[in-house]
């Protein structure tokens, strides 16, 4: 009963939760104002230990079988040099919104940024890893140049 922005799970373990399954309905890179129901299945991204954490804090009551997410995937995205993504924002790429995607890691210089913030700025030769639907996010994706 609580959205994700109230749970804060991201700030305090470092998880991204990267689709609901509510019954027979997948809500895809779920947004800080979606709410968080009794018997949701959650598939979340992190390290062992953020996903231990997390389990700590929601303590659920009953192991249930993994739902099949065959619609979410990681993708690998290269912001090559001239690419109109470079300069803008994570948030500012639009990835959320128009390719119901999350960015959760960007390799760059050869060093990972892992669960990066909304607000960081993307650079030509990062490397992307972009948790979604990877038609949708290709299809977004094409748009860049």
Known sequence: ?????????????????????REDHHIAAPGRDEMI???????????????QQLKELIK??????????DEVALYNYSISEGNELT??????????EKANSLV???????????NPDSNT???????????GNPTLIKDYLLHFK
């Not at 922005?5 to 700030?11: A, S, V």
């Not at 659920?60 to 997410?69: G, I, N, Q, S, V």
């Not at 700025?121 to 948790?131: E, K, M, P, R, S």
């Open 1 to 21: 009963g609580k959205t994700l922005g109230e749970l804060r799970w991201r700030e305090s373990t470092g998880i991204n939760v990267v689709m609901i399954k």
């Open 37 to 51: 129901y009794p018997n949701d299945t959650l598939l979340v991204l992190g390290t062992d230990h953020q996903v």
């Open 60 to 69: 659920p009551e009953a192991k249930t079988t993994l739902p099949d997410f």
């Open 87 to 96: 300069g803008k924002t994570i948030r500012e790429s639009g990835l959320r």
């Open 104 to 114: 959760v890691g960007i390799e760059r210089n050869n060093e990972r940024i892992l």
């Open 121 to 131: 700025v993307l650079h030509a030769n990062d490397d992307l890893f972009i948790v």
